[in-house]
């Protein structure tokens, strides 16, 4: 599909035409507005080592501030994230790598980047595995029959086609293994072993997604079976990404609910034989091409140096992928679109990436290609880069990986939000250890960069899930997150300084 809808169409028409008449004022191009904004409480001690002219300068952007949030959150813009979201997962559904529906979506993307006047819009190649997920069952056949709802994860072997069936052994974590509670690897070799690990933070939890397949390799299990990794379940397994290695034989591996992974370690702790048959068919097929998709709003006197905003046009192949990261996508689509309409076009490039291949290995792909490409200039001529894909609900500031003096100038923009945009704005550091887009551009050149900060526990009700839909999103979040989005980036993009730079 290498055109827009004529819905979609109409709706960045809307923003791009109606909007001036109805603020009815045009705002000058570049600069902040020549007066004082109000002072959003005294700087923090983190301030300590940037100038009060700095601090001065940022606090004058108040006025423009305000406006971009009246005007998204209660104004033109008003839902406009919503609707188009709505329309993108709706016209191509769940988008995994290597499908028909996200390399259709990524035309999508760079039409809409083009329709809206983004400056050099284009794509670039990204090589990246293709896998498929096949027939998949599993069924409990003793003590009781029961049929469980499974996912296998990513890239997990297959099964024979009649599937394995075996004895199961419950574990609630590696270190029973690893200090052989109850006799435990006496049992568990030739079976299938069950990890029954509750979601302790989501930096440890995923481990058990990640690297069960090998832990259970190592002690002779012929299979793994997962808790899914989520803070809340209504009986819907969640799926991911898995790793092997190289000298581990790779064995089968899946996610089941949390019902039901209670249900076997309940079972099993009362000394109940059970007996699963686990059918996974599903298989990697070789390397496809996918493209990064790039568009920019030119600066107006620095057009050579960049703040990035982000998201992922990937998703897995359950759900819509709305959350994780559809939103991402049309956020990324409309802070450079809400500030051309504006008129609001800041000193710097605000450079729109949406990104593919995230979700299909152990680092992001079209991020580290990317990098792998540009190194030097993103090394050198960016000062921020910011990612949306971890959540929207109640959005409270960003999760900040930065330099001291970074924290201060990004917590005093923040500042400014308040408290149109958001009541009380906060930053979270340091940035957790998750596989995001912008955390090898961060590693490897040192430039800030930040997630928004939500509600992440109720992120994970649906992260990876037939539950990521667009049902699950509210309006009136995606409006406060995309405000938040474009507040940051026109600042950033047209204050004086570039942020400083962490060590690497």
């Known amino acids: 599909m290498k055109c827009i809808s004529g819905q979609m169409r109409s709706t960045f028409l809307l923003l791009s035409t109606i909007l001036l008449q109805v603020i009815g004022v045009a705002l000058s191009q570049g600069g902040f507005v020549e007066e004082n904004g109000e002072q959003n409480g005294q700087p923090s001690a983190i301030c300590n080592n940037v100038s009060q002219s700095l601090l001065e300068e940022i606090r ?33 559904g769940a988008r995994l790598t290597g499908s028909e529906s996200l390399e259709k979506s990524i035309d999508h993307v760079l039409e809409t980047m083009k329709f809206i006047g983004l400056d050099d819009a284009h794509c670039e190649d990204v090589t990246a595995p293709k896998w498929v997920r096949g027939h998949e069952s599993l069924t409990m056949t003793i003590p009781y029959k029961k049929n469980i709802q499974v996912l296998g994860l990513l890239p997990t072997v297959q099964t024979p086609e009649e599937g394995i069936t075996s004895e199961i052994v419950v574990v609630e974590n590696y270190k029973d293994l690893q200090e052989n509670k109850n006799d435990l690897l006496s049992r568990v070799k030739g079976r299938i072993l069950v990890f029954n690990h509750p979601f302790d933070d989501a930096v440890n939890a995923v481990t058990y997604r990640h690297r069960s397949a090998i832990e259970g390799a190592k002690v002779g299990a012929i299979a793994t079976i997962v808790r899914s990794y989520t803070t809340f379940s209504l009986g819907t397994p969640h799926t991911g990404e898995m790793h092997y290695e190289d000298d581990i034989p790779p064995i089968p591996s899946a996610e089941i609910t949390v019902e039901d992974a209670e249900l076997l370690g309940r079972l099993y702790n009362k000394g109940q034989k059970i007996v699963l048959n686990l059918i996974l068919r599903n298989q990697r097929v070789g390397n496809i091409t996918t493209r990064n998709t790039i568009g920019d709003l030119k600066g107006s006197n620095i057009p050579d140096e960049y703040v990035l905003v982000s998201g992922h046009a990937d998703s897995w192949d359950v759900g819509q992928g709305a959350l994780d990261d559809g939103y991402g996508v049309i956020l990324s689509l409309l802070v450079p679109n809400v500030l051309k309409t504006m008129n609001l076009i800041p000193k710097r490039t605000v450079r729109s990436i949406v990104w593919t291949a995230e979700e299909i290995s152990k680092v992001p792909l079209g991020a580290q290609q990317y990098l792998e490409k540009h190194e030097e200039e993103l090394r050198n001529k960016y000062s921020f880069f910011l990612e949306a894909d971890s959540g929207i609900f109640n959005a409270r500031g960003l999760i900040l990986n930065g330099t001291v003096e970074a924290q201060c100038i990004v917590s005093e923009i923040l500042k400014l939000m308040e408290p149109r945009i958001i009541a009380k704005t906060r930053i979270v550091t340091p940035f957790p250890d998750l596989k995001t887009d912008i955390v090898p551009l961060m590693r490897a050149t040192g430039v800030a960069g930040a997630l928004l900060d939500t509600d992440g526990e109720k992120y994970f009700w649906y992260h990876h899930s037939n539950a990521d839909t667009v049902t699950a999103l509210n309006p009136d979040d995606l409006d406060v997150c995309l405000a938040l989005m474009t507040s940051l980036s026109y600042v950033l993009a047209d204050m004086s300084v570039l942020l400083p730079r962490m060590q690497v």
Do not use: H
């Open 60 to 92: 004058r952007y108040k006025p423009l501030v305000d406006q971009i949030g009246q005007i998204i959150i209660n104004g033109t813009f008003k839902g406009i994230a919503y609707r188009n979201l709505s329309e993108f997962v709706d016209n191509y």
